[in-house]
T-cell receptor, first 111, second 113 residues
Framework: GENVEQHPSTLSVQEGDSAVIKCTYS??????FPWYKQELGKRPQLIID?????GEKKDQRIAVTLNKTAKHFSLHITETQPEDSAVYFC??????????FGQGTILTVHP | NAGVTQTPKFQVLKTGQSMTLQCAQD?????MYWYRQDPGMGLRLIYY???????DKGEVPNGYNVSRLNKREFSLRLESAAPSQTSVYFC????????????FGSGTRLTVV
């Protein structure tokens, strides 16, 4: 089955800096890669996703890149704000499969 | 339009007690999932149902059973709760086919003492 590794487990940045979270996956058949943000005590919320036919996708301050050859994908957050502080999860799946999640990254943005 | 509704939100059980976690969705999604979330472990799949009438084991099924009662409802049962089952449980749904992310319920925080 699929295995997703996520790094770093914790990330601390100053407000206005950029943050990068990286994930690797094992199943070359995986073709959909979502990212979730989870605030304390809340449910995970989808923030951005990318499909395998695309190398990069941006949504305002958030971007995701995918390298299919190397089987890794990354989340980039620019101009970080305190409200970006949360746990972020990457995940991978095939079209009809079930999501396998990374272990999560605790992002703290200091004012 | 409630999305995905989980009940209860909190529960404390004694070791050996049983309980059922309920999940209902009004999104007309085919697939439903139960995950548990433990610190540092991410979300791990317990059971899933790709469509009404089918259920399959996930990564950590031991100690759990599920029922896909109809398209809307997918329940998770703990027959004899153990302290190792202390966790936050999330139900999620996904429309069949295509590459779409999950929609999560608000979670059930379960403590087994």
């Amino acid at each position: 089955g699929e295995n997703v590794e996520q790094h770093p487990s914790t990330l601390s940045v100053q407000e206005g800096d950029s943050a990068v979270i990286k994930c690797t996956y094992s199943d070359s058949a995986s073709n959909y890669f979502p990212w979730y943000k989870q605030e304390l005590g809340k449910r995970p919320q989808l923030i951005i996703d990318i499909r395998s036919n695309v190398g990069e996708k941006k949504d305002q301050r958030i971007a995701v890149t995918l390298n299919k050859t190397a089987k890794h994908f990354s989340l980039h957050i620019t101009e970080t704000q305190p409200e970006d502080s949360a746990v972020y999860f990457c995940a991978a799946t095939t079209s009809y499969g079930k999501l396998t999640f990374g272990q999560g990254t605790i992002l703290t943005v200091h004012p | 339009n409630a999305g995905v509704t989980q009940t209860p939100k909190f529960q404390v059980l004694k070791t050996g007690q049983s309980m059922t976690l309920q999940c209902a969705q009004d999104m007309n999604h085919n697939s439903m999932y139960w995950y548990r979330q433990d610190p540092g472990m991410g979300l791990r799949l317990i059971y899933y149902s790709a469509s009404e009438g089918t259920t399959d084991k996930g990564e950590v099924p031991n100690g759990y059973n599920v029922s896909r009662l109809n398209k809307r409802e997918f329940s998770l049962r703990l027959e004899s709760a153990a302290p190792s089952q202390t966790s936050v449980y999330f139900c999620a749904t996904r429309t069949g086919g295509g590459n779409y992310g999950y929609t999560f319920g608000s979670g059930t925080r379960l403590t087994v003492v």
